[in-house]
């Protein structure tokens, strides 16, 4: 295993060093293909397609494409293996991460961190085609499609935290809020996690199960979704009461700008996400509504992530480009702040930003 794994990194090495610009793009599209696989799975819902491959892996039993059926309309069959197919472009793009990070890794040592993120994306999308694979088999019960939203809500955090993570280095988190006020930070991630669950109860005991004959969860919907929204108030209290923490103490602890851009962002992505449930559930959850409302979720998972990752500093980012080079053509690290290499001698200012100690 070891010699494979050194050839593995022997090829890998043998890539270009990616730029910022290829580190971004390549993490950018991470996010957008784990929260638009969630969209195009409401699609599979609503439309009620989720059983028309009625079969995982294959869509039937000796056809991994759509066939001719009596008892599937071929636009509901297209639909669901629609939807699969996507799942190999998900796949491309976290493999994609995996091989920026190892890149990034070999050339800074010290960046595990970004590598242990980036083997989140093709470790996800593996557990969501098993996942899918049960969804399909038990035929759609409402919990096992709530499992799978829920982990590709935690794939898209991820995906987030490894975008942003491209940006930092890796020492040891300081807060930039005064500790006492973490908690605050800490609950509102909770506080949006229970927001997403109740969420999916709130599908589960919903018109659009993904089959006219899945059974859905036996609870009223008018409690669920009062519990649903209970907690979103929950979800504001919290984000208010970080913003008055923030505020009160910007003479001592100054909150930095992206601190404040990402704090307003998640504002407004969740008083825009709350309307939007308010006006579905009014309207009696049309279909067009659903999968803006799950594109929506996305956008607010992904403004806390950033947000998480502004209030805590990990010292400068490294892995820009590529680490000095000492006289034997090796790679040393050199310390961004001071400019100089590792080893005391004077690094010139082409050779690259400095390592740090070692993600989000």
């Not at 010699?3 to 599209?29: C, D, H, K, M, N």
């Not at 899945?214 to 409690?223: E, L, S, W, Y």
């Not at 992206?258 to 449930?277: E, H, K, S």
Request: aromatic letters at 8%; one cysteine or more; charged letters at 10%.
């Amino acid at each position: 295993m070891s010699a494979f794994v050194e050839r593995l990194s022997s090829l890998v090495g043998r890539l270009p060093y990616p730029s910022r610009a290829v580190q971004r793009t390549i993490a950018i599209a991470a996010i957008i293909t784990q929260g638009g696989i969630g969209v195009t799975g409401s699609i599979v819902r609503v439309t009620g397609s989720g059983l028309g491959c009625p079969s995982w892996p294959r869509c039937f039993p000796g056809s991994m494409f759509p066939v001719e059926h009596p008892e599937y309309e071929m636009f509901n069959q297209w639909i669901e293996f629609g939807n699969r197919l996507l799942t190999g472009i998900v796949g491309v793009v976290a493999a994609l991460c995996v091989l920026i990070a190892w890149r990034i890794h070999l050339e800074h040592p010290g960046r595990t961190r970004l590598v242990k993120l980036a083997w989140t994306m093709p470790g996800g999308v593996i557990a969501q085609a098993v996942i899918g694979g049960i969804t399909v088999v038990t035929g759609l019960l409402w919990w096992t499609v709530a499992i799978h939203f829920l982990v590709s809500a935690v794939l898209v955090w991820l995906a987030t935290q490894l975008l942003y993570a491209l940006d930092e280095g890796d020492e040891t988190p300081r807060p930039s809020l005064p500790a006492r006020y973490r908690p605050l930070v800490q609950g509102l991630v909770v506080a949006l996690a229970a927001v997403l669950v109740a969420g999916t109860t709130v599908t589960g005991a919903g018109p659009h199960g993904g089959d006219p004959d899945t059974a859905r969860f036996d609870v009223p919907i008018a409690t669920l979704s009062f519990i649903h929204g209970g907690l979103l108030v929950v979800f504001l209290v919290t984000l208010a009461a970080l913003g008055v923490a923030a505020w009160r103490h910007k003479h001592e602890t100054p909150p930095s700008a992206a601190f404040r851009r990402r704090y307003t962002v998640v504002w407004i992505v969740a008083l825009a996400q709350g309307a939007l449930g308010s006006v579905q559930y009014e309207l009696g959850v049309p279909e067009e509504l659903v999968s803006f409302h799950v594109l929506g979720s996305a956008a607010v998972i992904v403004a806390v992530s950033a947000l998480w990752c502004a209030t805590r500093d990990r010292g400068p980012v490294v892995s820009h480009h590529r680490a000095a080079r000492g006289a034997t053509g090796t790679a040393t690290p050199a310390n961004s702040a001071s400019g100089t290499a590792a080893s005391g001698t004077a690094a010139s200012s082409a050779s690259g930003p400095a390592s740090g100690t070692g993600p989000r």
